[in-house]
Each structure stands twice: as structure tokens, then as C-alpha cells.
């Protein structure tokens, strides 16, 4: 257990971390989803701090999704708490996750096929020209040059933005979903698996917008299977297993062997030792 | 090729590189029966179906006849502007023609006169002290109406989990026993003139068409059309986008079910009577005209334009089979034949537009 934060909450205060948590952008103590009787996710602690890339794996069912879909509140957790940018949160809904700088991809890209890429950009948060509730007046320009300088932003090249995404290849589709990010200037980028389904080409456009990301120093959670794309482009590898935190590796003191051990369950480490 | 105005960096937005709408295959469709009625009416009747051949009167159409066409939609389209928003959610609203035969026969009861032919109207609902009232009365009263069958087939649909389907089959069902439970079977005969004027002449067309226009409009421009779009398009994702999807699927319910409110004080003061079999198929008239006007019923396609399309197709259809001197089965059998034609229509040119993709 991280042990500057201070975890006990007292009188009306909300938990707040003792101590310096200087450029710690996330933060999670035993974070836990319960199913009913299956316990996805156990005790799970976690941090990242500013510009780092960190790489979540593990087997399929070990909770690395149940992980994020937590932290971006589109599940409501069972216990743990989180800290985000400085303040502790508990999030609402995945808009109030969005909103305070979580940008998520996700595993099933969160695309509506008939819109086009600014539609689906700004979908939930839309740029408004006045405010009429529901009826509120959209601004398709403002909107249209935001996600131009977006894609500029992460390099990503769309033959045109008012095609709908239904027209669009599967990488496209995932530059799409990733340039959301660039756009509205998060704080942390989360991606799920974000070249599973990608060719060879399409994965190393998207390799090439998260080290772009990288270079511009924003901090990314990764989910990933692919042991060549973690060691190439994230900082530190935190392992799950069977719902719970087992091994937090620094890349430069481990090996893809030694981190398929982990996942496998054949090594254990103690404690999520503060390897950041 | 015109080039990008909001260019950056060799990223660009051409207005010419967008595809065709499906409106325009739908316009196309509509001008293509058109045609054949025409050329059919020359062979056949030796009339023209389009342009005016009488003498007597000034004119290039057939004014008389593109007016029957559009006012014999009008109703019903009105209820297909509600609908198409409720397949746009990837729903479906089978309750739109009870809950027009239920609002009529409450709202008019409400814009009954006092006396006819200076005898006492017996058969007021509310007896003789709640006739002869202002006209804003049963006409909020009618909004009010479809707006709470409306809103009951969104709770329904929002936060029961039942389908849509199943839910406004119930409310179909409800709805049309609230209309002949209202006055035991009787019809509400006997409006006041400021009501009879609501649906008289060409006021269906007027009130057709700004709505069409005012709904378009909505879904073009506002957060709440593309939500509308979103949700139809991909649920999951509108969700996961923050989307108050279930708050939004209540707000599309209820403002088609006050379509159908605005429909049933329509049709009831056309007709200058409100009775519990009126409305009676009118929800799959509405359904056909969104489908034939491109909406696709997977919902996040198509548009009002379509739907009014879709209607004028319709109207063009009874219009051409009543002037070829055709029976009205004739024009039930090409209906369903059209209706179904236009869905095999939509799901082959889906699979087009997959393949090039």
C-alpha cells in the first residue's frame, strides 16, 4: 500500500493524501468491483504520475477493464477510493469523468457510426452557440475547426471529417476515438486495447499518436496484450491477476519473460511495491 | 474538386465529398411515380395526372389535385414527424392512431357548443355548464394528452428495460379503450366554430409543414437531435459518451405522443367529430411514411425531409390509383408492397455502402 496517502476519513472532510503527491496525476487504494458473488476487481491500488505511460496487462477476466471502467465511472465501484488531478473524486457518470480531464478509448470503440467525426468528437459535450437545455443551438463550426486542430494535434490524418465513421477503416475509426483526447486537452488518456483489432499499418499510426502523446508529455494508462507494444512505448508495467494488482515493473528492470511470469501467476510480488 | 475551407495542414473538409443523402434517392422515387401515373393516365384515361387540361381553368397543375394530395397526408404526417424521431432512437410507437382516437374524444369534449340550431346540445359530455368554452382549453387539454401517453410509453421504455415495441403495443391497446370508455362508445359531435377552425380548409397543410420545418430544424441543429441521432446510431457509445440516454428516449417519447395529440385536434375538427375508431391504422401509415422516406428502422438514419417525402409518396399513390379509377384494394396490396419494397430498398444499399467502405 502506498503509504503517503492518508486513507482514514474523518468528520466531513473527504479523504484528502497526506504528504506530497506532487505530480501524481491518478491515484487508487483498494479500488473494488463486486458482480453480485464474482469479485472482478480486489484491493486494487494504482498511480500514475505526470508525462508517465503506464502499461496495464494481464489475462483476459484478470480486471484490467473493470479497472477503468471504474476509475471513468461508467461503473459505480464497490469500495476504494480515488484521487484524480490533486483532489479526491468520486465520479457521477463517465461525463463527470470526462469533463474533469479522463479521456477514454475503449475496448468497443465508443463511436456512433452515422455521425462524423465531429459529431462524434464532441458527442455528450457538444459546443453550443446558446443554451436552450435540450434544445440548445449546436456550433458545427467551432466544433469542426476544434477537432481539425485536434487531429493536428495527434497527427492523425482523416481523408474527411464529414464522412460518417461507418465509412471509415478500423484505424481510422481508432484515430478518431483517440484524437477526442487531443481535443479537450486531458489530463490523463486511458486506452483499452486500443490496436487489438488493427492491422500492421493501423497499429503503427496509433503507436505513433501514443508516442506522440508521450513526446507532449501527457500521461497515458494502456491496456494492452501485446508485450512489444508495452516495452516499446510505456515507462512502467503493472500486472493484474485474478482481480488484483500482482506486480508493478519498472520497464528498464524487467523483460517481457518476466512479466508473462507474472501474468501467468508463476512469480508473485508481495505488495504493489512504490516502484514509481 | 473544390478546395477545403477549414484546412490545417493538409487536413481538410470538402462539402462536395460528402455522399448523396438518401433524401435524394427518395425524391428521385417520388418524381419516377409521378411519371408513370402520368404516362399511365395519358394511355389510360386520356387525362393528365400532373398539369391541368381544363379549359375553364387558368393554371399549369392541377391545383386541385396536388392540394388533395398533400391535405390527405397531412394528419398522419404530422404523427410521422414523431415517429420519425422514435425510430431514429432505434424505438418504434405502435400507440400513435389510439392515443389520436383517445385525445380526440377528450379534447373535443371540451370544445362542444351550447346550443344547436337553438335547441340545447343533450349530448354534451360534460353536460350543459362546460360547453361553448374557450378554444385554448381542449386544445391544451389535447397537447396535454398526447404528451402524458407519450410520457408513460417513455418511462416505460427508459426504465423498465421492456421494448419498445411491447410498450406502445400496450399503450395501443389502453389507449384505444380510454377512447370508447371516455363516452361509453358514443361519438363528441358538435364543436365550437374557433375549434372547427383549427383543422378546416388547408390548415392541415400548414400545420404539416411548420412542424416539419420546426422538427427539422430541432434535429439539424440542436444537442437534442444529435443525441437523438447518437443513441439510434449506437446506444452503448452515447452512453458511454455521457449521454443521459434514458432522460433523452422519455423526451423523444413524449413529443411524438404530442404529435399525436396536435394530429387528433387536427383530424378531429376536419372531420367536426371526435369518435373511438378514429386514428385506426394511422401508426402504421406514420411507420411507413418514415420508412418509405429513407428512415432506417435499425434507427440513427434518415431525416424529416425523408419523412415528408416518404408522405407525399404515399399521398401521390392514393391520389394516382383514385384517378386511374383503381379499387382501394389495389391500393392496400401496392402499399404493403412499397412499405416492405422500401426496407429491402434501405438494407441493400446498407450493404453497398459496407462494401465500399
Not at chain 1, 475547426?145 to 481523408?159: D, Q, R, S, W
Request: with cysteine.
Amino acid at each position: 500500500m502506498a503509504s503517503d496517502m492518508q486513507t482514514d476519513i474523518s468528520g466531513a472532510n473527504a479523504p484528502h493524501p497526506s504528504g506530497d503527491i506532487g505530480d501524481v496525476v491518478l491515484r487508487t487504494e483498494g479500488l473494488t468491483k463486486h458482480y453480485g458473488g464474482v469479485h472482478a476487481l480486489q484491493d486494487a491500488s494504482f498511480e500514475i504520475r505526470k508525462g508517465e505511460h503506464v502499461a496495464i496487462m494481464g489475462d483476459n477476466g484478470a480486471g484490467k477493464s473493470t479497472f477503468v471502467r471504474q476509475i471513468t465511472a461508467v461503473e459505480q465501484r464497490t469500495g476504494g477510493k480515488v484521487w484524480f488531478d490533486g483532489r479526491y473524486v468520486e465520479f457521477d457518470g463517465p461525463l463527470e469523468a470526462r469533463e474533469a480531464g479522463i479521456e477514454t478509448v475503449f475496448q468497443n470503440l465508443a463511436l456512433a457510426d452515422h455521425l462524423d467525426v465531429p459529431d462524434n468528437l464532441f458527442l455528450g459535450r457538444e459546443k453550443v452557440l446558446f443554451k436552450l437545455g435540450p434544445f440548445s443551438i449546436l456550433d458545427y463550426k467551432g466544433m469542426r475547426e476544434a477537432t481539425l486542430a485536434g487531429l493536428e494535434k495527434t497527427g492523425v490524418k482523416i481523408p474527411n471529417i464529414r464522412n460518417t465513421i461507418q465509412h471509415m477503416s478500423g484505424g481510422q475509426r481508432q484515430c478518431v476515438a483517440i484524437a477526442r483526447t487531443a481535443t479537450f486537452h486531458s489530463k490523463l488518456t486511458i486506452m483499452d486495447e486500443p490496436t487489438a483489432a488493427l492491422g500492421v499499418q493501423e497499429t503503427a499510426q496509433v503507436e505513433n499518436i501514443i508516442r506522440t502523446l508521450k513526446e507532449q508529455g501527457e500521461p497515458l494508462i494502456l491496456i494492452s496484450h501485446n508485450m512489444r507494444q508495452v516495452m516499446d512505448l510505456c515507462d512502467r508495467i503493472v500486472v493484474f491477476r485474478r482481480g488484483r494488482v500482482c506486480a508493478n515493473l519498472r520497464k528498464e528492470e524487467t523483460d517481457g519473460q518476466d512479466v508473462v511470469s507474472y501474468i501467468t501467476g508463476a512469480k508473485t510480488q508481495d505488495q504493489y511495491a512504490d516502484a514509481a | 474538386m473544390a478546395e477545403a475551407t477549414h484546412g490545417i495542414g493538409g487536413l481538410t473538409f470538402d462539402a462536395s465529398k460528402r455522399n448523396l443523402p438518401p433524401e435524394a434517392g427518395v425524391a428521385i422515387a417520388l418524381v419516377l411515380i409521378v411519371v408513370v401515373f402520368e404516362v399511365l393516365g395519358r394511355i389510360l384515361m386520356n387525362d393528365s395526372f400532373l398539369f391541368n387540361t381544363r379549359e375553364n381553368i387558368d393554371g399549369i397543375f392541377n391545383v386541385a389535385r396536388l392540394q388533395i394530395i398533400i391535405l390527405q397526408v397531412s394528419i398522419i404526417g404530422i404523427i410521422a414527424l414523431g415517429v420519425t424521431q422514435v425510430i431514429l432512437t432505434g424505438g418504434i410507437d405502435l400507440s400513435s392512431g389510439s392515443i389520436v382516437a383517445a385525445t380526440a374524444m377528450i379534447a373535443m369534449s371540451f370544445a362542444q357548443v351550447g346550443e344547436i340550431n337553438g335547441m340545447e346540445n343533450t349530448r354534451a359530455v360534460f353536460g350543459s355548464g362546460w360547453v361553448d368554452l374557450p378554444v385554448i382549453l381542449p386544445v391544451v387539454v389535447a397537447l396535454a394528452c398526447g404528451m402524458a401517453a407519450g410520457l408513460i410509453n417513455g418511462l416505460l421504455i427508459a426504465y423498465t428495460g421492456i421494448p419498445p415495441f411491447i410498450a406502445t403495443l400496450g399503450m395501443m391497446v389502453s389507449a384505444r379503450g380510454v377512447a370508447k370508455w371516455w363516452t361509453a362508445g358514443q361519438p363528441v359531435s358538435f364543436p365550437t366554430e374557433s375549434y372547427a377552425a383549427i383543422g378546416s380548409g388547408m390548415m392541415p397543410v400548414f400545420v404539416f409543414v411548420v412542424l416539419a420545418i420546426l422538427f427539422h430544424l430541432i434535429l439539424r441543429y440542436t444537442v437534442y437531435g444529435k443525441h437523438t441521432y447518437a443513441i439510434g446510431s449506437n446506444e452503448a457509445a452515447a452512453r458511454m459518451s455521457g449521454i443521459k440516454v434514458a432522460r433523452h428516449k422519455v423526451l423523444v417519447y413524449t413529443i411524438a405522443g404530442l404529435l399525436a395529440g396536435v394530429a387528433a385536434l387536427v383530424l378531429s375538427s376536419k372531420n367536426l367529430t371526435a369518435q373511438a375508431g378514429m386514428g385506426m391504422m394511422y401508426e402504421l401509415d406514420a411507420i411507413a411514411m418514415a420508412v418509405i422516406g429513407g428512415i432506417s428502422l435499425q434507427g440513427g438514419r434518415g431525416s424529416i425531409p425523408g419523412t415528408v417525402l416518404g408522405a407525399m409518396i404515399f399521398g401521390v399513390i392514393i391520389s394516382g390509383f383514385t384517378f386511374l379509377r383503381l379499387d382501394a384494394y389495389y391500393q392496400e396490396m401496392v402499399k404493403g408492397a412499397i412499405i416492405v419494397g422500401a426496407v429491402v430498398l434501405d438494407q441493400w444499399r446498407q450493404r453497398r455502402a459496407a462494401a465500399k467502405a
